[in-house]
């Protein structure tokens, strides 16, 4: 697949693109979580092996996949949205697609993922969520009892959304859990252990907020040993979406 990849700047970071040999029309944008990276020639979705099962899986069904630095750990930061956006219309005019994509998230990356999908509704076809993060704040409080965690949190997030860390506590502009519901297809495949992000925080309570809102979302559970052998079933999701171009 190596032919099939290159990298490119734009806005100071380096995006990549993976071209299938034969293309389905689709594509997908990934937005990583905290250790997620591109660089000149590779990124995270490559290197690690099994990110890289997931994304060769996804390639060899003819997705067009194409994914962003997006300032490392942005958080979910405005920044980060727009600079996703601004890829997904270089990726249109590059590549031969339809132009309402997938988006792929895992951890945090849902933060960025929902804002650009509530701005770019009608280019959407639908969201793939792994072990989300979705609700900040509340990712923030329960970190408050790990100190090492806790100020590694505050130092990412005050670089992210350009504050100090003495104005992180009331700074109000982190996307909310009710900011993030949105009516399009959502699926979620949560991790059962050894996860960065409780389930109780994020899963669950976005599963029943979509209930109660009447847009229900699938959550599947895996075990941590599963947690990369999901390629497959991201593709059927994705694909039952597709029937109307």
Not at 35 to 45: A, K, P, Q, R, T
């Amino acid at each position: 697949m190596e032919e099939n990849q290159r990298f490119f700047q734009m806005g100071g970071q380096w995006n990549a693109v993976h071209v299938p040999e034969k293309p389905n029309g689709f594509g997908v944008l990934i937005i990583g979580d905290t250790n997620h990276f591109v660089d000149d020639h590779n990124s995270l979705w490559i290197q690690h092996i099994g990110r890289k099962r997931i994304i060769d899986e996804i390639v060899r069904a003819g997705y067009t996949v194409f994914y962003s630095n997006l300032y490392g750990m942005h958080w979910g930061s405005s920044r980060s949205v727009l600079l996703a956006r601004q890829l997904y219309h270089i990726i249109q005019k590059q590549e031969i697609l339809n132009d309402k994509i997938h988006i792929l998230a895992e951890g945090m990356g849902a933060l960025t993922a929902l804002q650009l999908a509530e701005m770019l509704k009608e280019q959407i076809r639908s969201i793939a969520l792994i072990n989300p993060c979705i609700d900040l704040s509340a990712q923030m409080e329960q970190e408050k009892d790990r100190k090492f965690f806790y100020k590694k949190l505050q130092k990412e997030l005050a670089m992210a959304y350009d504050v100090s860390v003495d104005e992180l506590k009331n700074f109000t502009d982190f996307p909310g859990l009710e900011q993030l519901l949105i009516s399009l297809p959502v699926k979620i495949w949560q991790t059962t252990t050894n996860i960065s992000y409780d389930p109780n925080l994020h899963c669950k309570r976005y599963e029943e907020l979509r209930q109660k809102s009447g847009f229900p979302i699938t959550v599947t559970y895996h075990l941590v040993e599963k947690r990369y052998a999901y390629g497959g079933s991201i593709c059927q999701f994705f694909k039952k979406f597709e029937q109307h171009l």
